[in-house]
């Protein structure tokens, strides 16, 4: 201990020393983990990137098989994977098409003929006129394609407000053999048609027909060489999608497959739009010469990020190109760096994009930067470590100080507390000793004392020794008494040993508690009479508890012969058991000895017996009062004393009460 005190003394005084230490120490440790961390994230990010890009490899070559292939899991952080093979796109397929967008600004000035059939809808009266002569309008050789265009559309919209299907599919499908006609107010009618005509469909409850037109459709789209109008395309193909899905008799298997089909081909779609917008940032990151050793390749143009991987990551020719979701790939890599931060929060440091942004950590007004260094060369991210304030230093020394001498101080008082309790410990281990040598030494005097007596008279009598019958009867009630003293005795250790025991020796049941203290009374009774003490008792009829029979009746005995034992005539003992309250009530008071308020707590330990053992004139074995409280506490009842030394002793015992 001595040794262990001077060594912690010795380390207070070089407190500010060890504290600049242990924070360039964990300064080193910050960095190192920090970087561990970036680096480990971002390689889960490329392996989720690679095995993302082998099932899409091992997608249908054909979109229209798209109903078979497996949801795709997206990475978390990329926004597009874009899959090359010898330098040819071979995912997403569609965007192998060449983008072409009409610079055709619609006209919006009516010709005449609508402007009349936008008339005649108004007045029902010419409706049946302009219905009659539609195939006029609609055909007249004299009018452009565009006014005839115009026409039929008037022609479709007037016949879907009457709710006449047939014809307004009649008048589409003459549009869709026309396709590239530009229409009035659009520059591309192609989807908006395609889109009715499905519409109609189904409110038309043809859903097998809806159906077949929209995979009709899809297979129309996949054989145009030019992608005209990316949003057009997927707004009509995700409402009819969605619509087919909410077909309430769709089979199980036909929902399945739309719904890959659905998730598939929106991907291509956003996919090839990315590509299109970037198609030159793509070109150059592809067949840029400035490839890493470890297959990963970040290049950054505006606000668009991408990383190409390549051969080791993946084998042979197989390139991948990933299009980074910035907000996304950020917060992932940020998310495993400040679990790292918030173990060294002791450390003053900043992280900073390109921007001075700060993303992690925090600037000091007036630090003065020991190190900074470039996190990642995927991520234009900048670590700066600072120098920490010197009266932040002295603080935490203080601290650290406080914090040893109070590790001292409880140390010291643990070690003092500790030999307190140890010595208490081997106090009462040697007092347990004693008693139980006591016991030893009094059980066999108590022993050997009846069973000398009982030897002697039988032997006498045995031999014709006593002849008178007088004697005989004399001997023999002095054989009996002996006999029932040795078989207390023997009585008192047995019960002592099954109490040991614990419940799992007793026989519950429910008894008349009255019953049961009113035999042990009958028994003793003349004990007490023959002393020359007066008994005054109580046994109130249907005191009910639930206990063991044996187990109670030992309780009671002990109580009433110790009562007997320690009352000297003349004396007096009430012995009284009635009900109170919720309560059964067992009481012994007698004008005995009493006990001393000294002896009274360990009266009911194992062994223990008040005054000099070899000089007690009143035999017992210690047992009695500890069989009294190891009843008491199975039966779960409460023991109380009220005693006065000259003046006798009153014990009460209170059981629950049974019903």
């Known amino acids: 201990m001595a040794i262990l005190s001077y060594l912690s003394f010795r380390n207070i005084q070089n407190e500010n020393y060890l504290t600049q230490k242990n924070f360039d120490e964990n300064r080193i440790s910050l960095q190192k983990e920090l970087e561990e961390a970036l680096e480990k994230e971002q390689n889960k990010i490329f392996q989720e990137t690679k095995t993302a890009s082998l099932f899409l490899y091992e997608l249908p070559k054909s979109l229209l098989e798209f109903g078979n292939a497996a949801n795709f899991k997206d990475v978390n952080g990329i926004e597009a994977i874009f899959l090359y093979n010898n330098g040819t796109l071979v995912y997403p397929d569609i965007s192998t098409k060449w983008l072409t967008s009409t610079n055709h600004f619609p006209d919006t000035k009516p010709s005449l003929a609508e402007s009349a059939l936008y008339q005649s809808e108004q007045d029902k009266d010419k409706l049946h006129e302009v219905l009659f002569s539609r195939e006029m309008l609609a055909r007249n050789p004299i009018l452009t394609p565009k006014e005839q265009v115009q026409n039929i559309l008037g022609l479709i919209r007037i016949a879907y407000r009457e709710k006449d299907y047939s014809e307004a599919l009649r008048l589409l499908?003459?549009?869709?053999?026309?396709?590239?006609?530009?229409?009035?107010?659009?520059?591309?009618?192609?989807?908006?048609?395609?889109?009715?005509?499905?519409?109609?469909?189904?409110?038309?409850?043809?859903?097998?027909?809806?159906?077949?037109?929209?995979?009709?459709?899809?297979?129309?789209?996949?054989?145009?060489?030019?992608?005209?109008?990316?949003?057009?395309?997927?707004?009509?193909?995700?409402?009819?999608?969605?619509?087919?899905?909410?077909?309430?008799?769709?089979?199980?298997?036909?929902?399945?497959?739309?719904?890959?089909?659905?998730?598939?081909?929106?991907?291509?779609?956003?996919?090839?739009?990315?590509?299109?917008?970037?198609?030159?940032?793509f070109n150059n990151t592809l067949h840029s010469e400035s490839a890493s050793k470890t297959g990963i390749l970040f290049k950054?143009?505006?606000?668009?990020?991408?990383?190409?991987?390549?051969?080791?990551?993946?084998?042979?020719?197989?390139?991948?190109?990933?299009?980074?979701?910035?907000?996304?790939?950020?917060?992932?890599?940020?998310?495993?760096?400040?679990?790292?931060?918030?173990?060294?929060?002791?450390?003053?440091?900043?992280?900073?994009?390109?921007?001075?942004?700060?993303?992690?950590?925090?600037?000091?007004?007036?630090?003065?930067?020991?190190?900074?260094?470039?996190?990642?060369?995927?991520?234009?991210?900048?670590?700066?470590?600072?120098?920490?304030?010197?009266?932040?230093?002295?603080?935490?020394?203080?601290?650290?100080?406080?914090?040893?001498?109070?590790?001292?101080?409880?140390?010291?008082?643990?070690?003092?507390?500790?030999?307190?309790?140890?010595?208490?410990?081997?106090?009462?281990?040697?007092?347990?000793?004693?008693?139980?040598?006591?016991?030893?030494?009094?059980?066999?005097?108590?022993?050997?004392?009846?069973?000398?007596?009982?030897?002697?008279?039988?032997?006498?009598?045995?031999?014709?020794?006593?002849?008178?019958?007088?004697?005989?009867?004399?001997?023999?009630?002095?054989?009996?008494?002996?006999?029932?003293?040795?078989?207390?005795?023997?009585?008192?250790?047995?019960?002592?040993?099954r109490m040991e025991h614990g419940t799992g020796a007793f026989k519950w049941e429910k008894l008349d508690f009255s019953v049961c203290a009113k035999k042990v009374f009958e028994a003793v009774e003349d004990i007490g009479v023959e002393k020359g003490l007066s008994f005054k008792t109580r046994f109130d009829p249907n005191v009910y508890v639930m206990g063991d029979y044996t187990a109670l009746y030992?309780?009671?005995?002990?109580?009433?012969?110790?009562?007997?034992?320690?009352?000297?005539?003349?004396?007096?003992?009430?012995?009284?058991?009635?009900?109170?309250?919720?309560?059964?009530?067992?009481?012994?008071?007698?004008?005995?000895?009493?006990?001393?308020?000294?002896?009274?707590?360990?009266?009911?330990?194992?062994?223990?017996?008040?005054?000099?053992?070899?000089?007690?004139?009143?035999?017992?074995?210690?047992?009695?009062?500890?069989?009294?409280?190891r009843v008491a506490e199975t039966h779960k009842a409460t023991i109380s004393l009220t005693s006065k030394p000259g003046k006798g002793s009153n014990f009460t015992v209170r059981f629950r009460k049974v019903d």
């Open 173 to 281: 499908k003459i549009l869709e053999a026309r396709p590239k006609l530009q229409g009035y107010l659009h520059s591309d009618l192609t989807r908006s048609i395609n889109l009715l005509h499905f519409d109609i469909l189904v409110k038309m409850k043809k859903h097998q027909d809806a159906e077949d037109y929209c995979l009709t459709v899809l297979n129309n789209f996949l054989q145009e060489k030019n992608i005209e109008d990316i949003p057009s395309t997927r707004f009509f193909f995700e409402t009819a999608f969605t619509q087919i899905l909410s077909f309430e008799n769709l089979k199980q298997e036909k929902r399945e497959a739309f719904w890959n089909l659905r998730g598939n081909f929106n991907r291509q779609l956003d996919y090839t739009d990315i590509l299109i917008q970037n198609q030159e940032f």
């Open 300 to 497: 950054s143009e505006r606000d668009v990020t991408l990383f190409r991987m390549s051969y080791p990551l993946l084998s042979g020719n197989q390139v991948v190109i990933a299009k980074v979701n910035e907000t996304a790939y950020r917060n992932r890599i940020l998310d495993k760096l400040k679990n790292v931060a918030q173990r060294w929060n002791n450390v003053p440091f900043s992280i900073t994009d390109t921007r001075d942004s700060l993303l992690l950590g925090s600037i000091p007004d007036s630090a003065t930067v020991l190190t900074q260094t470039s996190l990642s060369s995927a991520l234009p991210w900048q670590l700066s470590l600072y120098e920490k304030d010197v009266s932040e230093i002295r603080q935490e020394s203080r601290h650290r100080m406080f914090l040893m001498y109070g590790l001292l101080f409880f140390s010291l008082i643990t070690v003092i507390f500790g030999s307190f309790f140890m010595l208490r410990f081997f106090i009462q281990e040697h007092k347990l000793l004693a008693m139980k040598a006591n016991f030893l030494s009094s059980v066999s005097h108590e022993l050997k004392t009846p069973l000398t007596s009982i030897k002697m008279f039988a032997e006498m009598m045995a031999r014709g020794r006593v002849m008178k019958v007088e004697k005989v009867q004399e001997y023999s009630g002095l054989i009996n008494k002996e006999a029932s003293r040795l078989e207390n005795l023997i009585g008192a250790i047995l019960n002592y040993t």
């Open 554 to 629: 030992s309780l009671a005995q002990n109580l009433i012969e110790n009562a007997i034992k320690y009352t000297n005539a003349p004396g007096d003992i009430e012995i009284k058991v009635y009900n109170e309250d919720d309560r059964a009530v067992f009481s012994v008071i007698d004008t005995g000895v009493g006990i001393p308020s000294s002896e009274q707590k360990n009266i009911f330990n194992d062994f223990y017996r008040v005054g000099d053992e070899m000089t007690r004139s009143t035999k017992g074995s210690g047992l009695g009062l500890a069989i009294v409280k």
